[in-house]
């Protein structure tokens, strides 16, 4: 789990926006990522946000050393996943009222109204998703123009299998982040690769209102040959889901039940395979001295250990073994 230890540091140290005991200062910086809020506080009061800006998601550390009194009312433009990392606190997002502690987190709805306490020692990290950037990706996978806005359940139950699978996903997200290689000021080419597979998780790992349109009928087999043939021929570019749905004419829900059907993996795991196979096409034939990590994160792997592990498993050597052999070099 992501409160576990994964996380034994200050998430996003280097990218520290301000550590601040004035609170009229910090409900202003704060406010600058988030919106306007009421904030009131108890002695010992020492606010430190980290924030790792993308897009259309956010990631971000946050703690305010003493009990706080949170009031945003409706966030309006984003959704806001919070994970403790330590501590707990109390939330209440339109009716509905959340404990949160280390195994249980909380989203808030952007047209709910939002109250918190936050209780000494609480930490968090903040997933921010823009609200527009959700609904749009919902449609895609659904296949449906939603009129509604998307509304989840408040409470994250962090030991869900799919919740577990979705924190990995923060987890090497905030790597990606904490490696300069992802968010914040850096320039990867497959950061909306991420964002949109951040968002698209959680769609699927926490219960909402259009969960019962993410259930759906497999497509044809043509629909899939016509997304594995773009994955082909586009290998090397960033490829979101939606975008290959797109070439294949169907959801992204449905392309994911028909690569799963005619395949018998899901077309993300289809499209790492085949990148492992470029991954290794490049250690064969590049110098000796380039660096395993530029390849894996030139073909889309933020992850090196898992990169490594993957690439083992399918060729039963490490990248860094396949690069002294070097195949094609004399």
Partial sequence: MLSQPHIAHEPLSGHRLFQSRDLDDARALVAGKFCQHHLSADRGFDACHNHAGGTAVSLNYLRYGSQVRIDPGELTHFYLVQIPLSGGAQIRNGSRQVTSTRHTASVLNPSWATKMQWYQGCEMLLVQFSRSALHQLAEDMSGHVLHQPVVFDPKVELHRPALRQWLDQ?????????????????????????????????????????????????????????????????????????????????????????????????????????????????????????????????????????????????????????????????
Avoid at 228 to 238: C, F, K, T, Y
Wanted: proline share 5%; aromatic share 8%.
């Fill in 170 to 330: 923060v987890s090497n997200s905030l790597n990606a982040a904490e490696a300069g290689r992802a968010f914040g000021q850096a320039n990867y080419r497959f950061q909306p690769v991420i964002e949109e597979e951040l968002i698209a998780g959680f769609l699927l790992a926490q219960p909402n209102s259009v969960s019962p349109l993410l259930t759906t009928k497999s497509p044809g087999l043509a629909s899939v040959r016509r997304a594995r043939d773009h994955i082909h021929a586009h290998l090397a570019d960033p490829m979101r889901l939606s975008d290959l749905a797109g070439v294949a004419d169907c959801s992204v829900r449905s392309l994911q039940l028909g690569f799963q059907t005619h395949l018998g993996c899901a077309p993300k795991q289809y499209i790492q395979d085949q990148r492992l196979r470029l991954a290794r096409c490049h250690l064969q034939s590049l110098p000796e001295d380039t660096k395993v990590s530029d390849v894996a994160w030139d073909v889309g792997f933020t992850h090196l250990g898992r990169f490594s592990q993957a690439y083992k498993a399918a060729f039963g050597e490490s990248p860094s073994t396949t690069l002294a052999l070097g195949q094609f070099r004399d």
